[in-house]
T-cell receptor, first 109, second 111 residues
Framework: GIQVEQSPPDLILQEGANSTLRCNFS?????LQWFHQNPWGQLINLFY???GTKQNGRLSATTVATERYSLLYISSSQTTDSGVYFC???????????FGGGTRVLVKP | KAGVTQTPRYLIKTRGQQVTLSCSPI?????VSWYQQTPGQGLQFLFE???????NKGNFPGRFSGRQFSNSRSEMNVSTLELGDSALYLC??????????FGDGTRLSIL
């Protein structure tokens, strides 16, 4: 199966700061998603982004499929952005998502 | 449109017992996948069902099983529970080939 590496593992930000999270895949994927897991364990869809760039408010993501990596940008961070961010990909047919280890983000007021 | 619904939200069991978790997908979604999340192993894929058939399976022992009904609702069963089965179990549904949407999970504690 594929391996997914996320960096950095931990990130502490001052409110208002910008940051970039990275996700590397060991092989090409058909489907790539970014999620935010809040302190209550809820896994929230952020982006479905097999390739290209997407933006949603203060968040944006870019996937370079040929180089097997994806980036998640958080701009003007807020305390509500705290939590764990996961990227995950699907290699073959079906919907088996392989997750990275996550980036734990803490935004301080 | 209602999201993915998992029941129960919390469960406490003792070693050796068995447990059944339920997942109702988003209306129209025929694919349902199950994942286990633990602090040590992270998020791991258990299995996927599509149109009542298991389509993919992760590397978990046979004590973990599942099924899907004709209305796409899915159940997951774990028999002979072990302490290491304590975890957050997440269910996801999708319209095939599209993004997966997760439920709020069932937090299972084994005493």
């Amino acid at each position: 199966g594929i391996q997914v590496e996320q960096s950095p593992p931990d990130l502490i930000l001052q409110e208002g700061a910008n940051s970039t999270l990275r996700c590397n895949f060991s092989d090409s994927v058909n489907n790539l998603q970014w999620f935010h897991q809040n302190p209550w364990g809820q896994l929230i869809n952020l982006f479905y982004i097999p390739s290209g760039t997407k933006q949603n408010g203060r968040l944006s993501a870019t996937t370079v499929a040929t180089e097997r990596y994806s980036l998640l940008y958080i701009s003007s961070s807020q305390t509500t952005d705290s939590g764990v961010y996961f990227c995950a990909g699907v290699k073959a047919a079906g919907n088996k998502l392989t997750f990275g280890g996550g980036t734990r983000v803490l935004v301080k007021p | 449109k209602a999201g993915v619904t998992q029941t129960p939200r919390y469960l406490i069991k003792t070693r050796g017992q068995q447990v059944t978790l339920s997942c109702s997908p988003i209306s129209g979604h025929r694919s349902v996948s199950w994942y286990q999340q633990t602090p040590g192993q992270g998020l791991q894929f258990l299995f996927e069902y599509f149109s009542e058939t298991q389509r993919n399976k992760g590397n978990f022992p046979g004590r973990f099983s599942g099924r899907q009904f004709s209305n796409s609702r899915s159940e997951m069963n774990v028999s002979t529970l072990e302490l290491g089965d304590s975890a957050l179990y997440l269910c996801a549904s999708s319209y095939d080939g599209q993004p997966q949407h997760f439920g709020d999970g069932t937090r299972l504690s084994i005493l």
